[in-house]
């Protein structure tokens, strides 16, 4: 005997599809009484339409129907992917083998035939019911899934992103050579070079110029002057080291040695000079430029846990600092030993010794306007940027 179980059985729709009425009553009263919800259908196109309007969980299906027999039904059914699934069982008195053949070929779940025991069709209604819900239970599973590697690639792309962009803003702040080093987890990067010429760069008289500018016009304008030279930087393949207030550091021949450094940095002297005199104080004066090149080795890189920057120490960055301490508006002064690098590609004028804080003194040079050097073999095209009227000459 089989036993009812109406906690699973009374929340399953069985839709009972035959053109005798007495065999859907007499099937109703064997499925309801275990529990199961049944609705009843004469015909072929009314079960259609049943199953339209609410999808059942199980059809047990007669094939010999007027106008449209079991067999149109399943056809139809099995053709339309919102009811390809439900199960159908063929109940029928034709027992011929091809007609058992053609149902399992249309997808036939199951196949009774009349006159059937109570007990038989209960069995099997109980086994398709029991696969359809493992059917359900799969496809809710892969579903949830689906949803969840979606949600997943989702996440690695937005972590791709954002990895790139870490990546782009470390390669904006460091050398690229130096942020590969640190990617790669090494701690404190230090490495010694010994052909090195480095720039140091002042705005003459600009913390006069600040104390007149709101700090927005303040920020734009240095901005402005900095893109400027970032530019140059990159057109003579130069490493900026970073910018104090208005001051503004270069380097060549880091991380990467390069045989022309200091003709490179003499270059990119002379572009600056001429470039800051598009900017005009608001007094209408052109700015000016105060610049000390000094070349020998350095020892460069990444010290630190945070806010990492690519600095250079030594002598040699300290008589650069000086160079342009103790120059002149307008001028670009060299060290005796950028002298030597130079003195076969560029005009160069003696200034005379100076003294260092030491109290030695050494003999430093003037580096001649651009119109007298043809040495610089890339000259930079006019760059455009937005400027202010009230800041910017014509």
């Known amino acids: ?41 004469i015909s072929g196109a009314l079960a ?11 059809i047990l299906l007669d094939i010999t129907m007027p106008t449209m027999d079991g067999f149109a039904v399943c056809h139809q059914l099995k053709a339309d992917p919102a009811t390809q699934s439900i199960p159908v069982i063929f109940l029928t008195a034709r027992d011929a083998e091809a007609e058992k053949e053609k149902a399992f070929q249309l997808g036939a779940a199951d196949y009774i035939v009349k006159p059937f025991m109570a ?31 979606k949600e997943r690639q989702l996440v690695e792309a937005e972590l791709r992103r954002q990895r790139q962009r870490s990546e782009e803003l470390l390669t904006n702040v460091l050398p690229f050579q130096i942020a590969q080093r640190l990617k790669e987890r090494e701690q404190a990067i230090a490495d010694h070079f010994d052909g090195v010429t480095i720039l140091f760069a002042d705005i003459v008289d600009f913390s006069t110029v600040a104390a007149k500018l709101a700090p927005c016009e303040l920020v734009q304008l240095l901005n402005r002057m900095f893109s400027r030279f970032d530019e140059l930087a990159a057109t003579y393949k130069l490493e900026k080291i970073k910018t104090i207030g208005d001051a503004y550091m270069v380097a060549a021949g880091v991380p990467t040695p390069r045989p022309d450094h200091a003709q490179a940095i003499a270059c990119m002297a002379l572009e600056m000079q001429t470039t800051i005199r598009d900017f005009c104080r608001p007094d209408g004066r052109p700015f000016e430029l105060r610049i000390g090149i000094n070349s020998g080795s ?10 990492f920057i690519y600095d250079l120490w030594g002598d040699t960055v300290n008589i650069a600092s000086f160079m342009e301490t103790t120059g002149e508006a307008g001028k670009i002064q060299v060290s005796e030993l950028t002298y030597a690098h130079l003195k076969d590609h560029f005009t160069l004028a003696p ?12 003999t430093t040079y003037w580096l001649a306007e651009q119109e007298q050097n043809s040495a610089c073999c890339h000259p930079v095209a006019a760059l455009e940027y937005p400027t202010s009227p009230a800041l910017c000459c014509g």
């Open 1 to 41: 005997m089989i036993t009812a179980e109406p906690h699973v059985n009374e929340d399953v729709d069985i839709l009972l599809v035959d053109d005798i009425p007495d065999n859907l009553r007499v099937l109703s009263a064997i499925l309801e009484i275990e529990g199961y919800r049944c609705r009843k259908a």
């Open 351 to 362: 200034r005379g010794p100076i003294r260092l804080k030491s109290g030695d003194s050494i």
């Open 48 to 58: 259609l339409n049943a199953i339209a309007l609410a999808p059942p969980d199980l």
């Open 119 to 149: 007990y038989e069709v209960l069995l099997r209604v109980k086994h398709q019911l029991a696969l359809r819900r493992q059917q359900l239970q799969l496809e809710a599973q892969n579903q949830q899934l689906q949803a969840e590697i």
């Open 298 to 307: 350095v020892v460069a890189g990444v010290i630190g846990i945070r806010k």
